[in-house]
Nanobody, 118 residues
Framework: QVHLVESGGGLVQFGGSLRLSCVAS????????IGWFRQAPGKGREGISC???????DVTTSMRGRFTISRDVAKNTVYLQMNSLKPEDTAVYHC????????????WGQGTQVTVSS
């Protein structure tokens, strides 16, 4: 059974950093894509990145330089490192998995809250 669990969220000050984790079970990272998304209050879901099964990652242009993705295949975990955080980064952050990037995201984690204070 496919399962995704995010962690690492919390309250951070403007300019701070956080590293989110997405632990996958029921499949291995070398077989499916993993995406990071966020949803701010009153706004729609926003895509952050997609990591292909071969490890290649694409990050949304507006977030490049501040957000970086890494993965640990042995731990079946994908990380989202967020630096220079701004209040507008406040959102619930989710990871999801799909057969390939830009395909239907068929499994989602429960999300982790990130709050950036000004």
């Amino acid at each position: 059974q496919v399962h995704l669990v995010e962690s690492g969220g919390g309250l951070v000050q403007f300019g701070g950093s956080l590293r989110l984790s997405c632990v996958a079970s029921g499949f291995t990272l070398d077989t499916r894509a993993i995406g990071w998304f966020r949803q701010a209050p009153g706004k729609g879901r926003e895509g952050i990145s997609c990591t292909k099964s071969d490890g290649f990652t694409d990050v949304t242009t507006s977030m490049r330089g501040r957000f970086t993705i890494s993965r640990d295949v042995a731990k079946n975990t994908v990380y989202l490192q967020m630096n220079s955080l701004k209040p507008e980064d406040t959102a619930v952050y989710h990871c999801a998995t799909a057969a390939i990037c830009a395909f239907d995201w068929d499994y989602w984690g429960q999300g982790t809250q990130v709050t950036v204070s000004s």
